[in-house]
């Protein structure tokens, strides 16, 4: 029986072997059947009208959604391999007629001559059109090439993309899923061929300074750092949505990081807000209480420094009741759970039961787990086991023994 069932283990192997390098072999035919019915044969005569109109057929739907900002401006758009250009002749030769910069930079007119465009701006061209042809030449850019950059650093999907000359950098970030949590968007570079610029993003993000967000070049580079942990992040606790480090801005007060950075769990009211800062060995700590009027004004003067740590409080504290050992109040913390709360309370007695844990919200009362999160103004309610309701605070042990006891002792009665 078990060579029988070896037998056929090993078949069933083989079978399924074999189906995958047949249905392996099945696909790589119909895909070489596809690309030799989509695929131009290479060696076939193909005019400069036909190359422009697959040009144009395969940058379709390529950028559907992108919108040019701006006007092209002929003094500044550095022409690039893959642009096509038209030229309309205007006199005594009418003509019109699309081309493509070659991969070596050249735009090729027939009839005329051959002209090289690397590092030349569109007006550049213009210039030597007229120079060259001395006809009256009207000249405009019909479609934009595609260009590859790189994204590099502190962003969610670093890599290489295909762009327009005519985006800019932070848009760029956007499609490679924004920036991480800690990236510093005070100094963004790019990397551009011997060059190096850096960009202050909270110019162009906060004062609207458009030339803090540059149109991007092929082969740039954007590298995007991380922020410096020690002294340009500040440690934020309480009843936010997110605890931990936040990067901050040079010259940023207390008041606008609240407003613009901070989200909280839930809208309830604040208590005070802690700042505590440690300056050469000697540890300073303000208090803002919220029901201060003279609370906003004194935020706006603190200017937060690296290595702060924020403590938001809240009005509503977490009570602890029943089977703990030190039932109580306790302050809210982001992020604690019941069994965090249950540790404060000094942890829970024996004759808890702790599979039948409870908390009393505005929501009402539920069963909850001890990795569960706790909300601002809970009730933890520990109950008793079911033994010791039953049994009390004796053990099981103790209970037996007394009841055998009791039995042998009527039997000996009986017996006497």
């Not at 005070?272 to 300073?284: A, C, P, V």
Request: charged share 25%; proline share 3%; hydrophobic share 40%.
């Amino acid at each position: 029986m078990r060579i029988f069932n070896f037998s056929i283990i090993i078949f069933l192997l083989l079978y399924m072997s074999t189906s995958d390098v047949l249905f392996a072999q099945k696909r790589d035919d119909n895909q070489k059947n596809e690309l030799s019915m989509q695929s131009p044969n290479m060696s076939e005569d193909i005019s400069l009208e036909e190359r422009i109109n697959r040009r144009k057929i395969s940058l379709k739907g390529l950028f559907e959604l992108d919108v040019t900002e701006d006007w092209i401006k002929p003094e500044k758009y550095f022409l690039g391999s893959g642009d096509i250009i038209a030229l309309n002749f205007i006199g005594g030769m009418n003509k019109y007629l699309e081309t493509i910069i070659t991969p070596e930079g050249y735009v090729n007119i027939p009839g005329f001559c051959s002209i090289d465009v690397k590092n030349k701006t569109l007006l550049d061209f213009k210039r030597i059109v007229d120079s060259q042809i001395g006809q009256n030449v009207e000249i405009s850019l019909v479609e934009i090439r595609p260009i590859k950059i790189y994204i590099l650093g502190e962003v969610e999907y670093p890599g290489a993309y295909i762009a327009k000359p005519t985006e800019r950098m932070f848009d760029a970030i956007v499609r490679a899923g924004d920036f991480k949590y800690l990236a510093n968007i005070d100094s963004v570079f790019i990397y551009r061929k011997q060059d190096t610029l850096c960009f202050n993003g909270n110019q162009y993000f906060k004062k609207g300074n458009i030339n803090a967000n540059p149109q991007i070049q092929d082969r740039d580079i954007i590298f995007v750092p991380k922020c410096n942990a020690i002294n340009q992040t500040v440690t934020v606790q309480g009843a936010v949505n997110k605890s931990g480090l936040y990067p901050i801005v040079e010259g940023e007060n207390l008041w606008n990081f609240i407003i613009n950075r901070l989200e909280f769990a839930q809208k309830v009211g604040l208590k005070s807000i802690k700042l505590t800062r440690t300056d050469n060995g000697k540890q300073e700590i303000m208090v803002f209480q919220i029901d201060s009027d003279e609370v906003e004004p004194k935020l706006q003067k603190t200017v937060l420094n690296g290595g702060d740590i924020i403590e938001i409080d809240l009005l509503n504290d977490i009570y602890v009741q029943g089977e703990v050992n030190n039932p109580g109040s306790f302050p809210y913390v982001s992020g604690f759970k019941v069994q965090d709360y249950l540790g404060l309370a000094g942890g829970n007695k024996e004759t808890a039961n702790l599979n039948k844990v409870t908390i009393i919200s505005n929501n009402g009362k539920q069963k909850v787990r001890l990795y569960s999160l706790v909300s601002r103004g809970d009730v933890i309610v520990v109950p008793k086991s079911v033994k010791t309701k039953f049994i009390g605070e004796e053990s099981l042990l103790s209970i037996l023994s007394t009841l055998i006891t009791t039995l042998l002792t009527i039997q000996l009665i009986r017996m006497g």
